[in-house]
């Protein structure tokens, strides 16, 4: 039966008309490679839904992609196959285990089957775990004797196998492996090599009476156990956020074996390992790496450290003259479908495309009608070749076998039966007609490319999937549409489909409906009672209902949060009265008031879990409050936060998002120079970490004119400024964004202080939040001090010592292309630059983009 030539499979049982499989005709699974030719299948036994069975040729595994080492575990350099010896029942294969997350009930806990103690076989007692791979499928290599094997693939078609934490089985089945996998423990080590350079053998043996050697398993259960919670880990929902990560879907109960009823678990009783939890409220704000937390998100950090440390972009091209509804319409479908916090969604314009937009592009959506100029064309397909993913909804744009051709626009209802991998059962769509016709080409069509319909209606095809072999670019065509951005029943079934098959993170169709996040009412709290102090100077200004009006912002203070029954993002409930945050909270007011060491600044808190935005809450009292006063609004999480020049700020859980109000008297040295209030306010945010007592080569660095970097190619983090000027002095409201603690959708400062220690042999320890906002503020109320005081030469030194642009060659594109010289900033806080002609010219940063990877300064039209 373990013939070298082939796979020997376990399975949940295929009809063939199933797309998820059918249009994997190379693969057995999304984690084994694509071979040539065609896979074949043979059938030896159904039970139970579950089928096993021979699959020729033999599927193979590329470690190198994506893989990760068990820590601990002990395996050859995988150069080759392991030959078998087909004569002993003991020789070793190495086994695939496909799995998918548990289930969890309508409460989200998880749904455990219960198997009886007495006939359960346990996986991890029957094998060797090698490597692990994260995400959707999640993939663990595993050696195991032919007889184990044998007996997991009996135990699985006969309802009785467990893995660890309630991972449920997708398929087994036998494989070949090469590549090397991630080593956690030491990524300069091959697989199997010890720090000596000796290589150990296969598998970790232990003497016993028979002489041979035995399986040293004592610390297997536990690694698994460990990686396989890191895998749930990473699927668990934040606390804020109530939206679910699309997995595989069906009853709880599936595979419970002899009707027994389900164990449902508390999630909370799961095994997780996180990393400083015991350091979460240590009054200094720097937490501590437990011993089981060492290695938390090592996957994620792996590839965070990528050179691109922005979030992806979702492009979407209309091309029409009604590009403003269109997009509208497919930002809302998109934001209904995909993770909170994930993507970055812009309207990508004809007059852009010259630029590098192709390099951090997550998809590209095409909606709309009319025709596509040459150019653009080559553009759309040049990413697809190169790799891209796109999603056309009518557009003509032709790639390989596959093209939408113009056509008269119809909006004609139409329906179609369409085969999903998120739903196993085909199902019905109805939608109206896109303006293009969709068409395939019949012959023998483009060698490069492979086309799988997904979806069609009595004869003809309404969505077409078109896959590119050498580099992976993948398009979807779909002939249906919703114009109106609104999804339901099977229309988001289907949507979220295309969107998982593109590679898109996207939430349960189950859960759409609590996608949206929450607000919260805020907390007024203060140092030295000077929150009482906020109060008493706004008393006169509220109405008959205790309501302070602002713009777009109104604050209700009320003294019992339980009566309020709904936040709004115009009416603001700010609970007052209060000591200290109820228990469970977030942000912890003893850590940021230990951190802070201001006069004014930050001395009075109004925080909340969830606000749309920290920067609208000060209209109504800023021009009110006395001198004394210096108002943060801190929050934990935003849900419209927003960058310089409008952009989409993302603020997920673990990003430290302040906003502060600040006072420049007119005719002082700083209010001359106020666009060094932004420059001030980012080198803060890095001295705040960099001043710390062994911090001091922690690589942050600063990015004209107001970004935040870990050396020169990872963002960290922002600041914006909006000003107001009243009776003699400039209000500003400073607003900062810095990854802390949130390892997606790019990096943070906790990942880059757990690899500095890695790399400079050090023990930094992580830091928190409320200790990075305090510190922030602390910092940037001396430099203001200092520079009103001595002028702006007591900032300049500081401000050099860290930003990036010393001598930098750039080039102002346009200028015919212009290579310049930055030489530092100008009297009022401009960046400089000098030209080959040895002229100095200013460059302004409300009206330029700099992209320092590409070394390009953008102009805007009327900036010169």
């Not at 300069?188 to 398993?217: V, Y």
């Not at 937490?287 to 938390?296: I, Q």
């Not at 403003?324 to 990508?348: N, T």
């Amino acid at each position: 039966m373990y013939s070298g030539r082939a796979s020997v499979a376990f399975r949940k049982l295929v009809p063939a008309n199933i797309a998820e499989w059918a249009e994997l005709p190379h693969q057995a699974s999304l984690l084994c490679e694509a071979l040539d030719p065609e896979m074949n299948t043979n059938v030896l036994e159904e039970a139970r839904g579950k089928q096993m069975l021979i699959m020729e040729p033999k599927q193979s595994v590329d470690l190198s992609y994506d893989w990760t080492s068990f820590i601990g575990s002990s395996t050859p350099a995988l150069k080759a196959p392991i030959p078998v010896a087909p004569a002993s029942p003991t020789s070793s294969l190495y086994v695939l285990l496909e799995a998918s997350p548990p289930k969890r009930d309508r409460y989200g806990r998880l749904a455990l089957r219960k198997v009886p103690p007495d006939r359960v076989v346990k996986f991890s007692d029957l094998t060797t775990p090698l490597a692990w791979r994260s995400g959707e499928p999640f993939g663990i290599l595993v050696q195991a004797s032919k007889e184990n094997f044998s007996r997991i693939g009996t135990a699985y078609l006969e309802g009785y196998l467990e893995l660890d934490d309630g991972l449920l089985v997708n398929q087994l089945l036998t494989v070949e492996v090469k590549g090397q996998p991630f080593n956690l423990v030491d990524s300069r080590l091959k697989m199997g090599e010890s720090p000596s350079g000796t290589m150990t053998p296969p598998i970790p043996a232990s003497p016993h009476k028979g002489g041979k050697p035995q399986l040293n398993r004592q610390p297997h259960q536990s690694l698994r156990r460990k990686h396989s919670s890191e895998f749930l880990r990473k699927i668990e929902e934040q606390k804020l956020k109530s939206s679910g990560s699309w997995s595989s879907t069906g009853d709880a109960n599936e595979d419970s074996v002899g009707g027994s009823p389900v164990d449902v678990t508390s999630a909370s009783d799961g095994v997780f390992f996180q990393a400083g939890e015991e350091g979460a409220n240590l009054s200094n704000g720097i937490g501590k790496l437990s011993r089981s937390g060492k290695h938390k998100d090592e996957r994620d950090r792996a590839r965070s450290m990528s050179n691109d440390s922005k979030p992806p972009n979702i492009l979407v091209y209309t091309g029409s003259e009604t590009e403003d509804e269109v997009f509208a319409a497919v930002q809302a479908a998109l934001q209904h479908c995909l993770e909170q916090d994930k993507y970055v969604i812009y309207l990508l314009k004809p007059n852009t495309l010259s630029q590098p937009w192709s390099d951090n592009c997550a998809l590209v959506v095409l909606a709309g009608e009319g025709n596509l100029p040459e150019e653009v064309t080559s553009k759309f397909v040049s990413h697809f070749q190169n790799g891209g993913r796109i999603l056309n909804f009518g557009l003509p744009l032709s790639l390989g076998d596959v093209s939408f051709q113009v056509g008269a626009p119809t909006e004609k209802e139409v329906e179609a039966t369409y085969q999903g991998i998120v739903k196993s059962q085909p199902y019905r769509v109805q939608g109206l007609s896109g303006p293009g016709r969709l068409h395939v080409n019949d012959g023998e069509g483009d060698e490069n490319t492979r086309v799988s319909i997904l979806a069609q209606d009595r004869i003809l095809p309404m969505v077409v999937k078109a896959s590119e072999k050498t580099k992976g670019g993948m398009a979807i065509f779909s002939q249906i549409c919703f114009p109106e951005g609104h999804l339901e029943g099977t229309q988001e079934d289907m949507a979220i489909d295309m969107l998982v098959r593109l590679g898109l993170a996207c939430v349960s169709s189950k859960t759409t409906s609590q996608h949206i996040i929450q607000l919260t009412p805020a907390y007024l709290l203060g140092i030295n009672q000077a929150n009482e102090r906020f109060l008493k100077s706004v008393t006169s200004q509220k109405d008959s209902s205790s309501i302070l009006r602002g713009t777009p912002v109104s604050l209700h203070f009320i003294y019992d949060p339980s009566g309020i029954k709904h936040v709004s993002p115009s009416l603001l409930p700010v609970v007052i009265g209060r000591k200290a945050l109820p228990m469970g909270s977030l942000f912890s007011f003893d850590v940021y008031r230990n951190n802070l060491q201001t006069r004014i600044l930050g001395n009075v808190v109004l925080y909340a879990e969830v606000l749309p935005t920290t920067m609208d809450v000060f209209d109504g009292f800023m021009f009110k409050v006395p001198d004394n006063i210096g108002c943060v609004c801190i929050a934990t999480r935003m849900t419209g936060g927003k960058g310089r020049g409008g952009n989409r700020w993302l603020a997920p859980i673990g990003c430290a998002m302040f906003s502060l109000h600040v006072r420049i008297p007119l005719k002082t040295q700083l209010a001359e120079k106020l666009p060094f209030l932004q420059h001030i306010a980012s080198a803060a945010v890095v001295e705040a970490i960099r001043s710390l007592k062994g911090y001091e080569d922690f690589d942050l660095r600063l990015k004209w004119p107001n970004d935040i970097y870990y050396g020169s190619k990872q963002k960290l983090g922002g600041v914006i400024v909006n000003s107001s000027c009243l009776d003699g002095v400039f209000h500003a409201v400073i607003g900062v964004g810095v990854n802390v603690s949130n390892s997606v959708p790019t990096t943070c400062i906790n990942d880059l202080i757990h690899r500095h220690n890695e790399e400079k042999r050090t023990s930094l320890n992580p830091v928190s939040m409320e200790m990075v906002m305090a510190r922030s503020i602390t910092e940037m109320e001396k430099m203001i001090d200092a520079f009103q005081e001595k002028g702006v030469d007591s900032f300049l030194p500081v401000y050099y010592k860290r930003w990036l642009h010393s001598n930098a060659k750039i080039k102002l594109e346009s200028e015919d292309g212009d290579e310049v010289t930055i030489t530092g900033l100008d009297k009022t806080g401009f960046l400089q630059v000098k030209k080959k002609d040895g002229s100095i010219r200013s460059v302004q940063p409300d009206g330029n983009t700099f992209d320092m990877l590409k070394n390009l300064i953008s102009m805007k039209p009327g900036k010169h």
